[in-house]
């Protein structure tokens, strides 16, 4: 009831964008606030509801259940984003385990591996800007590698791993300068290059990366070429 009635102030004001409108809005920011704050409000509760059934839902599923796995990828998803919604820390926490524990039930060679090993690497990366600690880190690199293990050249889902192996290594780089670490990042790079033609959106944003990484080897090995 909160949320209609801000909205029938708010959106009696004018038409969406109309000068009127921005004055409005400005004149009349705490109603504006209030809006927000009630669909923040709303979504949180929503996602509050969404965790409980995922909850409820998962306690059906023991252990040994060839389905359990797959509910609690689901829960480890709608808890991670929740974190990144309102970022509490003890979401991020069960969220990477509840990932772990669903990672550890898909045993290797099941198509939905490497899904849930990518969950798991991108929450260690959540984990690893909130804390930075070098071991979350390393075991950050080591997820993704093994999620590349599982889309192998040519498959269509390749190149976000790839950017995100690249990421991580950069990290480390920026943390013992090591040589190995910079050799691997440019090859991602290439790779992810060329999995994105001149007409690809992400051209662009791959070209820079790769060539910001060959400028930082230029002092030892330069290439005008390259």
Same mark, same amino acid.
């Given at each position: ?162 950017? #995100? $192996?690249?990421? !991580?290594?950069?990290? *480390?780089?920026?943390?013992? =300068?090591?040589?190995?670490?910079? %050799? ?22 791959? #070209? $820079?990366?790769? !060539?910001?990484?060959? *400028?930082?080897?230029?002092? =030892?090995?330069?290439?005008?070429? %390259?």
């Amino acid at each position: 009831q909160t949320l209609r009635l801000y909205y029938k102030v708010y959106s009696g004001s004018a038409p969406l964008g109309h000068r009127r409108q921005v004055w409005w809005i400005r004149r009349n920011e705490p109603c504006v606030d209030g809006f927000i704050l009630a669909l923040d409000d709303i979504e949180r509760t929503t996602s509050e509801k969404r965790i409980q059934r995922l909850r409820q839902v998962l306690e059906c599923y023991p252990l040994g259940d060839p389905r359990r796995p797959d509910y609690l990828d689901e829960l480890a998803n709608a808890i991670k984003e929740r974190y990144v919604r309102f970022g509490l820390q003890t979401d991020l926490d069960e969220a990477l385990q509840l990932f772990t524990e669903a990672l550890a039930l898909h045993s290797p060679g099941q198509p939905c591996r490497g899904a849930s090993l990518n969950s798991l690497a991108n929450a260690f990366g959540d984990r690893y800007g909130l804390k930075g600690s070098q071991s979350v880190l390393e075991e950050r690199i080591r997820l993704h590698a093994e999620v590349l293990n599982h889309r192998p050249p040519g498959h269509t889902e390749r190149s976000s791993p790839l950017n #995100s $192996l690249a990421a !991580a290594l950069d990290d *480390r780089y920026n943390i013992r =300068s090591s040589e190995s670490d910079l %050799e691997e990042m440019i090859r991602c790079q290439r790779e992810m290059l060329a999995l994105c033609p001149p007409s690809h959106p992400c051209h662009a944003r791959a #070209s $820079l990366c790769l !060539a910001t990484s060959l *400028r930082r080897r230029m002092g =030892s090995q330069y290439d005008a070429d %390259e």
